[in-house]
């Protein structure tokens, strides 16, 4: 008993070990995320007050009306120090950015096989992994709709992101923090990504049209057959039913009589066993019909909406009668 006990305590140990285990390292991985989206945000603060910078000695210049002013000759040369130092300070950024990308976790999104790109920090509250997995379950969902046409994929420009869409689903948003990384900004990042979805949906339905369709024909074909089998089982069961009843008819089906006066005879009995299973056979045939059906028709895209309305006929009713 000491033994059990000492074997359960154990194993809670092990249990709460591991689980505290892994709450660290999702902790970890979140603190990461949130370290580099904070470091990130640093360097893109840096270049937009560069950039506001450069535009306030450019309007200050522009507006002197005087040509060859001492004042305007030294906000020339303002601006060229601070072009020079500024070409300086992209350099050591780049090298920054590079280091960082190199030391950061990256996720590849990789719907097919191979890696149309990478994601590396959060946005909002999902994490790099979930972004990278989200956009995959997307393109795999869009590529399984047969008449999806990548052509009408876009891009919508905001302040805070590039958005890749098609029709009222984002595929994808790309920050400007995504863009630091990729050493372009969104917008390049945007339509590079774009193409990259856009290629790898068209390669993959050139390469698998013919198999797709094959399999699906193959599964109608499986369910049909399945539908068939059944058929013959509910037909045997039937049968074996019937038989029994006629073997076993002057042995347990009696007629049913009020003193002498016989009300139903065990013939009629018996007739009216066998209507009941006959009755019975027909339900489960067409119960099964009305399950099967809506599978077929939700295998190829096109007769999905048909299968929705076979469903329809049975959740309606149940949802007025509750």
């Known amino acids: 008993m000491k033994r059990f006990h000492l074997c359960f305590l154990t194993a809670i140990l092990f249990i709460t070990s591991f689980s505290s285990l892994t709450a660290q390292e999702a902790d970890s991985t979140?603190?990461?995320?949130l370290g580099l989206s904070s470091l990130l945000n640093?360097?893109?603060?840096?270049?937009?007050?560069d950039s506001l910078e450069r535009v306030k000695l450019q309007s200050e210049i522009t507006n002197l009306k005087t040509q060859n002013s001492p004042k305007k000759e030294n906000l020339k040369q303002q601006l060229n120090n601070f072009d020079e130092e500024n070409n300086i300070r992209n350099q050591q950024l780049k090298i920054k950015v590079d280091s960082i990308k190199k030391n950061t976790k990256r996720y590849a999104v990789a719907p097919f096989q191979d890696t149309i790109f990478y994601i590396y920090n959060k946005l909002g509250s999902s994490l790099a992994k979930d972004r990278a997995q989200n956009v995959v379950a997307r393109i795999q969902n869009l590529y399984e709709d047969d008449f999806v046409k990548v052509d009408s994929f876009k891009i919508e420009n905001n302040e805070i992101s590039s958005d890749i869409v098609y029709k009222d689903l984002i595929i994808t948003s790309i920050t400007e923090l995504d863009a630091l990384l990729e050493g372009k900004n969104k917008e390049e990042v945007a339509k590079?990504?774009?193409q990259n979805i856009q290629h790898t949906i068209t390669q993959e339905k050139e390469n698998n049209s013919i198999t797709k369709l094959l399999i699906r024909t193959g599964l109608i074909v499986l369910i049909l057959i399945v539908f068939y089998l059944l058929i013959l089982l509910i037909n045997k069961m039937r049968a074996y039913s019937v038989q029994r009843i006629l073997t076993e008819r002057t042995q347990?089906?009696?007629?049913?009589?009020i003193k002498n006066y016989v009300l139903v005879t065990s013939v009629q009995k018996t007739r009216m066993f066998i209507s009941i299973i006959g009755i019975l056979r027909w339900g489960l045939i067409?119960?099964?019909a009305f399950i099967v059906l809506p599978i077929i028709f939700s295998v190829f895209p096109f007769t999905q909406s048909w299968a929705n309305n076979l469903i329809g006929l049975f959740t309606k009713p149940l949802k007025k009668a509750i």
């Open 252 to 257: 347990r089906i009696k007629d049913i009589k």
């Open 286 to 288: 067409i119960l099964m």
């Open 192 to 194: 590079q990504y774009l």
């Open 42 to 49: 640093g360097i893109r603060q840096q270049q937009i007050n």
């Open 30 to 33: 979140d603190t990461k995320e």
